[in-house]
Every structure is written in C-alpha cells, then in structure tokens.
Nanobody, 126 residues
Framework: VQLQASGGGSVQAGGFLRLSCAAS????????VGWFRRAPGKEREFVAA????????YYADSVKGRFTLSRDNAANTVTLQMNTLKPEDTAVYYC????????????????????WGLGTLVTVSS
C-alpha cells in the first residue's frame, strides 16, 4: 500500500488545516490508520488513529478536542481535521498503516508499522 499525505501548510495560531491520507489500494479499508508527527528537534509522536471502519478513534492528549480523524473507505482516504492550531503543532505529519496493527496499538507503537506516507509540513505561527 502506498500512502500519500497532503494538506499541510502555514497558518496562524487559532487557524485550521485539513490533512488527507490517500491510499493506493482498496484493501486499505481493512487497515487501521494512524497520524504521527515529528517536530523540529523532537522524537516522532503519536497524534491520532482510526479503526478500519472508523468506529473507534484515539487521540493524543495534546490534540484531543481540537483534532478530528475520519475516513472514507469508498475513497480510500483518511482525513485529519485540525482546528485551533497552536505553534506547538508545528511538525511534519505522517500517516501510516499496517494490516497487523489496530488503531489502539498505534497509540503505543509505531516503529514497526509497514506503510508510511512521505509527510506533509504544518507550520503554525504565533
């Protein structure tokens, strides 16, 4: 599965962006999907994850209440709506997936995920 992340950009604090992760394969609907980010000088961290049917979502405490993750399996797309952005949200955002990982599993482990998008840069200015 090839993943393509898009939608990054530069916004002011309090603004919003919508990131998309598009998959190349129809079986994508059988995979949980996670979003992760790496800020300058920091380790990669978990942001959000969604189950195969979209029924379960998980969020990092730092984005809970501001970010919303959804998916459209017919379109092979997962969308991360990011509202009330803060300067500390500045990072390169990656989507990832793996047929052997649940969304809950992605909240604690990401280093062994099989499929990663190239990342999209989000810059939030104060």
């Amino acid at each position: 599965v090839q993943l393509q992340a898009s939608g990054g950009g530069s916004v002011q604090a309090g603004g919003f962006l919508r990131l998309s992760c598009a998959a190349s394969r129809r079986t994508f609907s059988n995979y949980a999907v996670g979003w992760f980010r790496r800020a300058p000088g920091k380790e990669r961290e978990f942001v959000a994850a969604i189950s195969t049917n979209g029924g379960s979502t998980y969020y990092a405490d730092s984005v809970k209440g501001r970010f919303t993750l959804s998916r459209d399996n017919a379109a092979n797309t997962v969308t991360l709506q990011m509202n009330t952005l803060k300067p500390e949200d500045t990072a390169v955002y990656y989507c990832a997936s793996d047929p052997w990982f649940s969304a809950l599993g992605m909240t604690v482990e990401s280093s062994t995920l099989d499929y990663w998008g190239l990342g999209t840069l989000v810059t939030v200015s104060s």
